[in-house]
Every structure is written in C-alpha cells, then in structure tokens.
Nanobody
C-alpha cells in the first residue's frame, strides 16, 4: 500500500506560479510511474501529466503543455508539478496518482494509488 500526500496548493492570481508536491509514504516510489490529474467543480477528473519511473519520459495534456512541468526525485520519494502562467481555467483540485505502467497512467482507471488532493484556485 502506498500513501500519497499532496501539498502546495493555494490561491494565486492569473499569470502566477505554484509548485505542487506529492510525497509517498514508502521508499518504493521509484517503482511507479506517476501522474497528476485535476478535477474542477462539476467536471470529471482529467489527466494533466505523467512521468516515467526513470524520469526519461513525460507526457502532458494539451491544455497545460509549455506551462506545466512534472518532475520527480526518487531519493526523496516525491513528485512535483511546477505550474507557470496559471489561468482561471486551471482552478481545480489536483491529485497525484501512482501506477505500474507509464503508458497506462494517463487513464485514471489504470492508477493504483491516489492522494487526497490539493486545491488550486486561480483568480482573474
């Protein structure tokens, strides 16, 4: 069982930046591909970005490409989401997730573990 805890959310003005962190409870994070999802009120949870176990591969949703960057530090059992040039439409609860296969974690149904989420609110 892997427990994931997100942090770093908050209120920011449009154009601002935030860095989210996702810390794992066990020293096994390196064995998982990781992803970030988000869910806005009244909407389905949507894929944001994913990173392979060795950080060699990353993938982004078109809506965040060139603005968001995913990274990981396996020694610290932590995954990060750097968000720049934030827009009001980025407002959502952001969740990190872990899965065995990088090619599958873009599908929320293929993720094995989830964090509790952290709220990001972008004001216009």
């Amino acid at each position: 069982q892997v427990q994931l805890v997100e942090s770093g959310g908050g209120l920011v003005q449009a154009g601002g930046s935030l860095r989210l962190s996702c810390a794992a409870s066990q020293r096994t994070l390196s064995t998982y591909a990781m992803a970030w999802f988000r869910q806005a009120p009244g909407k389905e949870r949507e894929f944001v970005t994913a990173i392979s176990r060795d950080s060699f591969r990353t993938y982004y949703a078109d809506s965040v490409k060139a603005r968001f960057t995913i990274s990981r530090d396996n020694a610290k059992n932590t995954v990060y989401l750097h968000m720049n040039n934030l827009k009001p439409e980025d407002t959502a609860v952001y969740y990190c997730a872990a899965g065995r296969e990088y090619s599958r974690v873009i599908n929320r149904n293929e993720c094995d573990y989830w964090g509790q989420g952290t709220q990001v609110t972008v004001s216009s």
